[in-house]
Every structure is written in structure tokens, then in C-alpha cells.
């Protein structure tokens, strides 16, 4: 990963592309102030995101609450920084944990091929024919509320997506002449698997992670802003959006800064993201 | 086995293991319905009363079978709350949801078939590159945040049209048009970016084809080599495209409709899972599965009529 990471930079850095460099700093410093904000948010003095002060209720933006405070009078800025956290933790996670079990099953498929081709690509046919958020839904239903289970179930709906991706690059990888050449010295199936086939997938499957981290922050956003996923009192950008719903007509801010702040989020992830993939798979630049 | 009966025969597989997913989902995971109906005040005697009365004691696949074989004659079952058929409950609000994906289909395609004409005529040029920069924008907004911001601008600064509330057309066309433009707005203003990229692309590779080159020599007019000989040809991945952006589009009404109030199958959705209302999320969760399934199943089939090409590569293999 680090070896494919420090490629992507030195790509970034140099060569024909040399324009990005420039043109990746403003998303990239938004996702480096976002990530730094909800890891320090304990330490840098603000209110708890959960004090409600009835009195300073909707107040706009100001000198005390640089971003105003919601419905309950907690403070926004809090809140927002504390919702990134939320964000953060099931965006990075639930892709993670879709990666290892998807990984396993589309490595294994395209390796082994046959059976376990067949059955891999039935088990991931299946899993695609629900809608994703109705599924999720589902999920976050009965299994209950909380962050753990959002990011679970979350994480279950991106094994298919990531199966695919590491079956075809293993399909790609596997007849390559030194993987022939490991098999003939005698190596294991585990050991060209491991240490002939995994470093290759993994700049795709980077390059894949980073869409996926956006795709799970809008999904986590779109279950609390329904009301099942991360449970109140707790915040998270979706929720805070349909908190602020109720107060479109006399503090608009409420909904709307959440709403940028997870748009410029989104925005940047998909603009890293769209960079990274270019760099890692060519052929998809010209799309 | 020709090509049509083995779709078939996996359609049928699918269909069989995605109810007994859906089934599995609802009936495994925690939470007891007897408690649910009964409250939390129930003695243990009345709950187990309750459980053999609604056939709870039995093996889960017994209940699976039992149910699946109702379900195939029309029979999903009956509401826990209300006791309404959840059939006529789905069919009650079909119509809602199927008049917003399809509007919001239209606005999608309205928008994304001219502007990937438009920008393939010129690639790199300063209309294609400001509607890919726009493309971008609008494929980061979730649409619950999108109908958020559509909600501000045209009904609380703007007052043009209604927040929230469905009119049925029995109440007047307009009116109905008027309550279901925002919902579909938010769909559709997401979903064109999709298909505007997909057709750019299909349209670049075609401009290169031989014919292309013919039309041009004879003279045609740009805009008729566009739209005449271009279009047509390059459709078929948007084709698939559109169907496989249904599942999106289920989830997107989903949320659309309980932004805008829309009594529609996904708001009927919600509803039993906050009401927790086993049967009806059980018949709303395998009917609209069932529903995506034999919607991709007929886009394929479509797919493989419209281009020969698809058709004889399939049988072949």
C-alpha cells in the first residue's frame, strides 16, 4: 500500500499530469482540515454537541456560535465536527470490513475459477439484486440502532461491489507468467494469493476504497436523515439535515451547513478519488 | 440450453433466493413480533399464545414455504397494525411511486440527451468541459440533501410551488404535476449525470465509425449526423444503464417520498419498519426486490433485441 501511495504522489508531483498539483490542494486540504478536526474534536475546546440550551435556540452564525445553534440550542459547530467523526468512522470502516470479506470471495473466484467462480458470482447476483438502501434499511431496522451496527450493515452492502473489482483484476493477474513461474517452484495457492496476486490488487482496490468511503458517508447521511441510523442524540450530518428540515422557513442554516459541509466532503472525496483511479487504471480516464 | 430458457431459469433462481433473503432478514433478527403486538406489559402465557396463533412456533422454512406459496397467489398477508391486505396496500400506493421514478426518468434523460450531444460535438471544448464540471457537482449531492436545498429555493424563498403533499390527478392535472415536480427534481437532476457520461462516451466512439465519415462527405449538416446517425447506435449502453439505475432510483424515491410526504410504496416502507410491522415490511421488502429483479431481467431481454450483436455473442457462449 505505501509503495503504491508514495507512486501516486510522486505521479502527482511530476510527470505530464503536473497540473493536478495544484488542483488537488483545495480538496485535499478540505478532507486534511475534516480528518484533523474529528480526530482532535475532544481537545480543541468545544461545547458537548449533545448541550441542549433552549433559550439560544436557532440563533444565526456570530462570534459565539461561529456556526449558529440548531432547533435545541446546541451549538452547530460542534455538532458538525462531531457529525464528521460519525462520517469518518462509518465511511472508513464499513468499506474496510466489505473489502476483507468481498476481497477474500472475488480473489478467491477468479484464482480457483469453476465452482467457486460459480457460486461466488450467484452470491454477489444475489446481494445486487436488492436496492442497496432498501436492504440497508432493512438491516439497520432489526438489527437495531448504533454505530456499530450502521457501519456493519453498511459494510455488508459493499462486499458485492468489492468482490467484483478483485475478482476481474485477479482474473487479469492470475495467467500472468510469474504467477506461472511461483506455481512451478512449487508455491502454494496461499502464497501466490498473498504474495504474487494481493500486491497487484491493491492500487485498484485503493483507488476503489476512496469512491466507497463517499458512497458510505452519503449512505450513512441518507439512513439518519430517514431517522435509522446513527440514533439521536448523537450527531451525523444526515441527521442534522432533517433535523434542520423543520426549520427551512425561519433558520435555514440549520439544514443547510450540514448540507455543504457534506457536499464539499463528497465532493472532494470524488475528486481525490477520480485522480487516484486515473492514475491506477488508464484506460477509465477516457471516459 | 437455448439463451432465453437459461435467463429464465436463473430469473426464477434469483427471484427464489432474494424472497428467502428478505425472509430470513425479517424473521431471524432480533426482536420478537408477539412482544411487538402485545407490549411490554404481556405475561409469557398470552405471548405464547399469540405465537401459535400467528404460526410463530414453527420451523422458520416451514413459515417460508407456507408464505412464499400465499405470496404466488397473491397473498402477501395482512397488517399487524390495521389489518389492511398488504397487497391492496402496495397496489394502493404504487401509482405514486411508479409517476415519480418515471418523471424523474424523464427529467434525467431531457437533460442528459442533449447536453452529451452537445458536448460530444466539441469534446474538450469549453461546452463539454463546463457540463462535465457540472456533471461532477451534481453526482456529490445526496438527494436528501438536494431536496432539502430545491425545498429552499422554490417554496420558501421563491414560494413558486408546494414544499410538501401529493395531489392525485383526480384532482386536477396541474395540481398533480405541480406536487410531484420537486420530488422528481431531486431525482432526476442526480441521476442525468450518469447518463450524460455514458452517452458522451458511446457517442465519441461512434463519430469515429466509417458511416459517420459518409454522412459527413455527403454533407449532412453536423446536428443531422448527431441526431440521425449517431444517436441511435450509440443508446444501448445508456439502455442498460437506465435499468441498472433503477435499484439507485428505488432507494432515491424511497427517501424523495418521505421528504415530500409522497404516499408512495417507499413511504409505506418506512412506515412498517417504524411501526414495526413485520408482515407489511416483509411484502413491501420481497415485492419491490422482486420488482428490480424482473425489471433488469426485461431491460437485458430489450438490450438483446435492440442490438443483434448482444444476441449472437450470448448464444455463441
Redesign the interface.
Known sequence: MSASAAKVAAIAATGPRRRWRWALALPLGWLLLVVFLAITADWIGLPDPSAQELILRRKPPSAEFLLGTDNLGRDMLSRVIYGARTSLIVGICAPILGFLVGGAIGMSAGYFRGKVDTLAVGFIDILLAFPSLVLALTFTAYLGQSLFNVTLALGILSIPAAARVARANTLAWANRDFVLAARTIGASDWRILTREILPNLLPPMFAFWLVAISVIIVAEGALSFLGLGIPAPQPSWGGMIADGREALDVAPYTALIPAAVMFATVLSLNFVGDIVRNMVDPRRSAL | MPWLARQLVRLV??LF??TL??YM??NI???DVAIVILGNLATPEDIAGLRADLGLDRPMLVRYFDWLGSALSGDLGRSYRNGEPVVQAIVDRLPVSLQLMVMAQVIALGIAIPVALLAARRPGGLFDRISASAA??F???????LG??L??LFS?SFDLLP?TGFTPVSEGLWDNLESMILPSLTLGLIEWTVLM?VLR?DLLTTLKEDFILLARAKGLPPWRVLLQHALRPSSFTLITILGLN???L???A??VE??FALPGVGRL??GG??NRDLIL?QGT?AF??VG??VI?FLVDMLYAVLDPRVRHVRFRS
Open positions: 433462481v434469483v433466493c432474494v433473503l428478505t432478514i425479517v433478527l432480533p426482536g461532477f457537482g453526482l456529490a449531492m445526496p438527494n436528501f440533501m432539502i436545498v425545498i429552499y420558501v414544499a457520461r462516451s433503477i435499484g439507485g428505488i432507494g432515491g424511497v427517501i418521505q421528504i416502507l418506512l419498519i417504524f415490511v421488502v419491490i426486490a428490480f429483479v433488469n
